[in-house]
């Protein structure tokens, strides 16, 4: 029996997997909700919840499926209870940057454990942004928070001990249990490997060349830009890895070269996603889709609005 549940561990946990939070609390008056909960694993909403309905919810048909009713009661009822202290934060912020109000401000908080599947090590994160910028983050390693600005240094010190061990002790242990038994519910859905679609599309003839991958997932995926087989590091902008509406991932990586110089030379794009071997795409002419820039562009805008307004991760970058 042993032996069969070490295969179990082995077989559900054999790649990178994540657990994230994330919380936004916003000002009155710009009809959204005050605050807003999302619940991730590997970059795929199960769990919503906002000040208006004051409701967790399931978004994902696993999670349903494979808690009882009180799971949601609880969940509803943690979110609740932090609700007055998310706004209070949002208030003493805006005090320590002399603001008022008549304006948006939000002040998020996004937190989570990952852990490796191949090597079994684990990792956690902490940290609280405002106005789309850094405010305060956890030091796992340290135990001990770290003010990027002057006016977290209060709270730095007021959490410096207790509050650092207390989230330490979460992002140690309770999330990697429960980011484990998540996984252990969606296994058949979180462990597929969907393969990328790749196109090359321009907006214009003098526009430059975007290579877009679409609907592969997991999320982790690099593309980048060849020149005669060898890497490009100049000219390129790459972009960040997006979520499609059906829960797969797309990402982007732009050429910016003239016409005149990649029609001479023979470019690239290669995508490597653990679905399969690498994907090489040669530019030419005739495989530029130059119809449909407009609508991939749509679907990138629609994806940040997603990311900034439903997630709530406004420039709060996982370090």
């Known amino acids: 029996i042993m032996v069969l549940l070490v295969l179990i561990f082995h077989l559900l946990f054999s790649c990178s997997h994540s657990l994230q939070y994330f919380y936004t609390a916003v000002t009155r008056g710009i009809n959204f909700p005050e605050l807003t909960a999302v619940g991730m694993i590997d970059g795929e909403k199960f769990l919503y919840y906002d000040g208006n309905t004051r409701q967790a919810i399931p978004k994902v048909d696993w999670i349903k499926n494979n808690v009882k009713p009180d799971y949601w009661t609880s969940q509803t009822q943690i979110i609740r209870g932090s609700e007055d202290r998310y706004k209070a934060s949002l208030v003493t912020a805006m005090q320590r940057f002399n603001q008022s109000g008549g304006y948006y401000h939000p002040f998020q908080w996004m937190y989570g454990c990952e852990l490796d599947g191949e090597t079994g090590a684990t990792d956690g994160y902490s940290q609280f942004g405002y106005d789309g910028a850094d405010f305060l983050y956890l030091e796992l390693r340290s135990t001990s928070y770290v003010a990027p600005v002057q006016q977290a240094l ?160 406004v420039m709060v970058v996982k370090r």
């Open 154 to 313: 209060i709270t730095k010190q007021e959490w410096d001990v207790a509050e650092a061990e207390r989230r330490k002790h979460y992002l140690t242990k309770e999330c990697i249990y429960w980011l484990k038994k998540y996984v252990y519910y969606g296994k058949s859905i979180l462990d597929r490997k969907v393969p990328p679609q790749v196109s090359l599309l321009q907006r214009d003839p003098s526009s430059p060349v975007v290579c877009h991958a679409t609907g592969f997932y997991p999320d982790n995926v690099k593309i980048s830009w060849q020149k005669d087989g060898q890497e490009l590091h100049e000219d390129v902008d790459v972009g960040e890895t997006l979520p499609n509406h059906d829960g797969t991932f797309q990402k982007r990586a732009e050429l910016k070269v003239t016409p005149d110089v990649w029609k001479k030379n023979q470019f690239t794009c290669v995508v490597e996603h653990k679905s399969g071997d690498p994907i090489h795409m040669i530019l030419t002419e005739e495989k530029i889709r130059t119809n449909s820039a407009g609508i991939i562009v749509g679907l990138v805008v629609a994806a940040l609005v997603l990311i900034a307004v439903v997630v709530g991760v």
